[in-house]
């Protein structure tokens, strides 16, 4: 339950600015894990291709701001969060990485969720992936980066009038209102 | 210069209801001040042209004041509402579905009066010209000739498009031989002054920078304003004050200065929508005893409804490109309106088709928590799910409780330390079993569509689901007498006759539709006899019955 302290500011459009900095330690870890969430393969690319980590970063609450919008990340903690994974993460395999993950999803499922749900995020409000998209997918040839300014007036297919003829309905006049049978109630 | 505090109609609440009012008698000369607790939204706050927009909807884009947490929201414990403070209020923020009620939804006292469900003290012919008044001042889409409906006039353009999902859906329900119709939604399709036309960004939830989509701030207000309307944001009222057993006008505060005002006036209007304007009612006492005005029934609060709801998210083995088009109306399916006991439960629901928003969300689990696998198998959920969606969800007709009510938590305030509001609601067994019965229903619609991959509910709203609807309504309903309700059919509390109650709150029942086109039409009615009547209304003494009050 929030407090009346909690009622104080808006967030920014696009994060916080400045953005909060990683130490290059902390952007390969980042990365790492990422490149495990979404693996790169049938024509989109790795999160750590196309700046990932950059896009997290904006939504990490900077020192002495409140974490109270989404996903929640102060920067002490996820800072801290990031310097926690050993040296192994970085220099192991994929099934080490995997392990590791897998780990940190059954020990705290809430925090998992939120970084799995903020690397999704990025990946998918990237240019890069959003052209994989057009490229890869029949149902997403001409999906934007961005709603608007163009929108898709000019690729919406009007109704099938053919199914517009056949449809069929009533209504219950006022004067015809009557009181039901509650027993009729199954 | 100094303002004057001194007026002839003192609205409380810029929101869609506050506007129409402000507007409507501000046309005919009579002096308004509204006071609003919010602000103006800028264009540039929308998230559309951001490359996270599907991210802001998660953050400042929530509809929960408790999750968003503004600095002119306040708090709310219990359930947790949906609404939006600011000029516009929650239009700013809405699916701008717009459906009307049917006949039968002022008439459920007389069908069933289950629960304390009463009729409403004016039928849908008297509400049906105030609704064409209002949907030509807006301008809507609507495809005309629904024959599950009374006819409705043409609106100001054709209907949105039903691109790939509308046709798609629309073949299910044809094949089940069901009624179905293209929504009607408060949402340009031609340009209208300085708005523009819907060009199908699919984002609508997060409002609509373009000014296709009908939010007050955009109708309504301009016109108020350049009558000389006094609208005066961050504006957060206090008490509604009294004087000899009349409405006298309100206290604010200033969010800005922390400085105490207060507006004299012959008339007050309540516009803060069915959390908001119980809850200042019950900040209002006057008398110590802590029952607040209007309320010597002990009925301020009391019958919230909701509307209880179920999403269903449904995919398909072909592209059926969700990101594009109005977001949360494509379709409405009112097979289901009427009351049919056999089925085990009494009222009716609408099944309502909407899309998706973009690839984030697909892969955050669209409307129903259905996520993406991390890793491995990633990549083949994704492309077998992004843009093949399709959403209909349950749309039902809760009782109006009488348990189901807005309280004051003294133990939780806002900002200027005033009460929060305490909302309690649970839902009828009948409601239960009527949306269980519903999903049923919305599944079989997709299967009948053909081509079904996958399928994810969320599960019956405050049962195994999330909480229930957006609608906030029946707080301070309209009814038959000091007995049923808090006002009479002309919006004018039973205890005060110079206070007026003109917003959701004032919903005697709430059908199985969208309700700000009911809510909205009611205030205009509602401002048609302020107007009318205004010498009537300052000689008042007591409030008329229904049969004495004077005619519109």
Redesign the interface.
């Known amino acids: 339950m929030p407090t009346k302290a909690d009622f104080t500011s808006k967030p920014a459009i696009g994060g916080y600015r400045p953005p909060i900095s990683l130490t290059e330690r902390q952007r390969r870890v980042l990365d790492a894990f990422a490149d495990e969430i979404v693996p790169p393969g049938g024509g989109f690319p790795a999160p750590s291709e196309v700046g990932v980590a950059g896009f997290v970063a904006r939504y990490v609450a900077p020192d002495g701001q409140p974490a109270k919008w989404f996903p929640f990340f102060a920067q002490a903690e996820f800072t801290g969060w990031l310097d926690g994974f050993d040296d192994r993460f970085l220099t192991a395999g994929a099934d080490h990485r995997i392990t590791v993950i897998q780990g940190i999803e059954a020990r705290d499922p809430d925090w998992f969720g939120r970084i799995r749900n903020m690397v999704y995020s990025a990946y998918y409000s990237t240019p890069e992936v959003v052209k994989a998209i057009n490229r890869e997918l029949v149902a997403g040839r001409d999906y934007r980066l961005t709603p608007l300014p163009y929108g898709y007036s000019d690729r919406m297919e009007d109704w099938d009038q053919s199914l517009l003829a056949r449809v069929k309905g009533s209504y219950t006049r006022t004067g015809d209102v009557v009181r039901v049978d509650l027993k009729g109630m199954v | 210069m100094q303002r004057s505090n001194d007026t002839d109609v003192l609205v409380i609440g810029a929101g869609p209801t506050g506007a129409a009012m402000s507007k409507l008698l501000s046309d005919h000369g009579i002096k308004v001040i509204c006071l609003e607790q919010g602000d103006w939204l800028n264009v ?2 929308h ?10 909807r ?3 884009w ?1 509809w929960e ?2 999750n968003r ?3 002119e ?3 709310t ?1 219990g359930q947790m509402p949906q609404m939006m403070m600011g000029v516009g209020g929650s239009t700013l923020h809405y699916a701008a579905a717009w459906p009307r009620f ?3 939804d ?2 459920k006292g ?3 009066g ?1 629960e304390g469900t009463i009729d409403w003290p004016i ?3 008297e509400l049906e010209p105030y609704m064409n008044l209002n949907d030509a001042e807006i301008g809507i889409s609507r ?1 005309v000739g ?5 006819l409705a006039p043409e609106g100001w353009g054709p ?1 949105n ?4 999902i ?2 798609k859906l ?2 299910g329900f ?1 094949r089940l ?1 069901w ?4 929504s009607t939604n408060a949402v340009l399709t031609r340009d209208k002054g300085s708005r523009l036309a ?6 609508c939830l997060a409002g609509c ?2 000014g296709s989509i009908a939010s007050a701030d955009i109708t309504y207000w301009p016109k108020a304003l350049a009558n000389g309307v006094d609208l005066r944001t961050h504006a957060r009222v206090e008490q509604v004050t009294m004087k000899d057993g009349l409405a006298s006008g309100a206290v604010y505060i200033d969010r800005l200065t922390g400085a105490r005002h207060e507006v004299k006036a012959r008339i007050v209007v309540m516009c803060c929508n069915a959390v908001g304007t119980p809850r200042l009612l019950l900040m209002s006492d006057q008398n110590g005893r802590g029952d607040g005005l209007a309320n010597s029934g002990g009925m301020v609060g009391r019958h919230m409804m909701f509307h209880a709801w179920a999403y269903e998210d449904f995919w398909f083995d072909e ?3 969700g ?3 109005p977001e949360p109306a494509v379709i409405y399916c ?2 289901f ?3 049919d ?6 009222n009716g629901f609408s099944l309502q088709v909407g899309t998706a928003l ?3 969300q ?3 689990g669209t409307n129903t928590g259905h ?2 696998p ?3 198998g ?2 083949q959920f994704f ?1 077998d799910h ?3 969606h399709a959403l209909i969800y349950v749309q039902a007709e809760d009782l109006p409780v009488a348990s189901n009510r807005v309280k004051l938590d003294h133990d ?4 200027d ?1 005033l009460p929060a509001a305490h909302v309690h609601w649970r839902m009828h067994d009948n409601d239960r079993r009527m949306v269980e019965w519903g999903q049923k229903r919305a599944r079989e619609v997709a299967e009948a569509a053909g081509g079904m991959t996958d399928h994810k509910s969320s599960g019956v709203c405050d049962v195994n689901g999330t909480g229930p609807g957006a609608h906030l309504m029946g707080t301070c309903r309209m009814g038959n007498s000091p007995a049923d309700s808090v006002t009479n059919k002309f919006n004018q509390t039973w205890d005060i006759p110079n206070l007026f109650i003109a917003d959701g709150s004032a919903l005697t029942t709430g059908g199985s539709v969208s309700p700000t086109n009911m809510i909205q039409a009611l205030t205009v009615r509602c401002a048609d006899y302020i107007r009318r009547r205004h010498s009537d209304i300052l000689s008042q003494r007591k409030t008329p019955s229904n049969a004495d009050a004077p005619a519109l």
Do not use: I
């Open positions: 540039m706050d998230p559309h042209f951001y490359d996270g927009w599907e991210l802001e998660m953050r400042g929530r004041p408790n947490q503004f600095p929201d306040y708090p414990s049917k006949p039968v002022f008439r007389t069908e069933h289950l039928s849908f012919e495809l629904d024959p599950s409906a009374p209907v498009k039903g691109h790939k509308g046709n629309a073949a044809d031989g009624h179905w119709w293209p819907c060009n199908d960004c699919g984002n920078p373009r592209p059926l490109e990101f594009k088009g009112q097979e309106y009427h009351t006991v056999s089925r085990g439960f009494v973009g690839a984030a697909s892969a955050m996520v993406a991390w890793g491995a990633h990549r492309n992004f843009a093949r939780l305030t806002d900002t330390g």
